[in-house]
């Protein structure tokens, strides 16, 4: 991803790479040039980046899944003192397959059965996905659940596949279908620079893609 985001922001005439920083690098250094940061690593390099922006005041967008409790405190934090897009997926396409989940659970309710399908490469780790998960919460929070556990989840690791992830809401006699898929991660980084664009001008706090193309302040 970090490749990818530097290609797109070199053909941008918005955005100007400062540079990219690895572990072991010289993070502040980096940030003392740039005016925000986009962060696509891995759960072990996100604290050193959280704390940096704090430490320079810069905005940032987080794209990074698979965060402990620990580090999603240590956002919170971040976010009381710097603007943070964190969303566990940068699609536009996610957002608003997201924001219609929620209506359709609220007008449903809970007589409808709900499978959350999701298939992604078989490099990926966690399962069910972060989107998956997220997409559960969503639903669950609009039926007034406090969790989960009535939302069934299946699972699929199989080729190269981006990722898919299919929602049904089902009784006996009818059944409802969301679908998205992802043919090229470069869905993310064209995700990921949006969010760029738009946090620059946001007042501390913690947003999602939500905010970003819907507004407003969670």
């Not at 078989?122 to 559960?136: E, I, R």
């Not at 049904?168 to 409802?176: G, I, N, P, Y």
Request: proline residues 3%.
């Amino acid at each position: 991803m970090g490749q990818a985001i530097a290609e797109s922001i070199g053909q941008s005439a918005e955005f100007e790479l400062t540079g990219i920083w690895r572990r072991g690098g010289d993070i502040d250094g980096l940030l003392a040039q740039s005016d925000l940061v986009i962060d696509f690593s891995l759960p072990e390099g996100t604290a050193r980046v959280l704390q940096a922006v704090m430490d320079h005041g810069r905005p940032l967008v987080c794209g990074v899944s698979g965060l402990s409790e620990s580090q999603v405190e240590l956002l919170g934090r971040a976010s009381g003192r710097v603007p943070v897009v964190y969303d566990r997926n940068m699609s536009l396409g996610i957002a608003v397959l997201e924001r219609s989940v929620r209506a359709a659970a609220t007008a449903l309710g809970a007589d409808f059965d709900i499978e959350i399908a999701e298939v992604h490469h078989l490099q990926k780790k966690d399962a069910p996905s972060g989107t998956a998960l997220m997409l559960g919460k969503a639903i669950a929070e609009s039926r007034g659940e406090s969790g989960t556990g009535a939302i069934r989840f299946a699972v699929e690791r199989r080729g190269e596949v981006p990722g898919n992830h299919e929602i049904t809401m089902s009784t006996a006699t009818e059944k409802l279908t969301f679908a998205h898929s992802v043919t090229t991660r470069q869905v993310f980084v064209d995700g990921a620079l949006r969010a760029a664009h738009w946090v620059i001008d946001q007042p501390p706090g913690q947003y999602s893609m939500q905010d970003v193309l819907f507004g407003g302040l969670k």
